[in-house]
């Protein structure tokens, strides 16, 4: 009876805890040039599994189940959602984009060097004041 119970246990246990995962693979790369995105963000898009791609654009994503809708994303690149019914191969173009902003100028103001000279000259005054005694 022990042996049955253990049995029967064993076998829940191992059911409960094995889910079939699915892997998607896929691959990232600019619809200009057709140049690899490396380091492209690959996430679910209700849910917070993510994976980046490689060097090469390559990515790989368990998921537990099909269908779902991934987000693809990287700096300079427009995002996409893509629906995903099948495990089968994604090639993912992503189109760049150009963000105009404006002019920006750099000016260098010695603000520093006036506080110091500042500073110093209240030190000297104040030093001359305690030097100074009364007789």
Request: charged share 25%; proline share 4%; glycine share 4%.
């Amino acid at each position: 009876m022990k042996r049955l119970f253990a049995l029967i246990f064993t076998f829940l246990f191992i059911a409960g805890t094995s889910k079939s995962q699915v892997i998607i693979h896929g691959f990232t790369y600019n619809v200009n040039d057709k140049s690899v995105i490396p380091y492209a963000s690959i996430e679910l898009y209700d849910q917070s599994k993510e994976t980046l791609s490689n060097d090469d654009g390559n990515f790989e994503l368990h998921l537990d189940s099909l269908p779902t809708v991934i987000k693809v994303s990287c700096l300079g690149f427009e995002s996409k959602i893509i629906p995903i019914p099948d495990s089968s191969f994604l090639s993912i173009a992503l189109t760049p984009t150009v963000i105009r902003l404006k002019e920006v100028q750099v000016r260098y103001t010695n603000d520093a060097s006036k506080l110091i000279e500042q500073a110093r000259d209240k030190a000297l005054k104040t030093r001359r004041n305690q030097l100074t005694g009364r007789a």
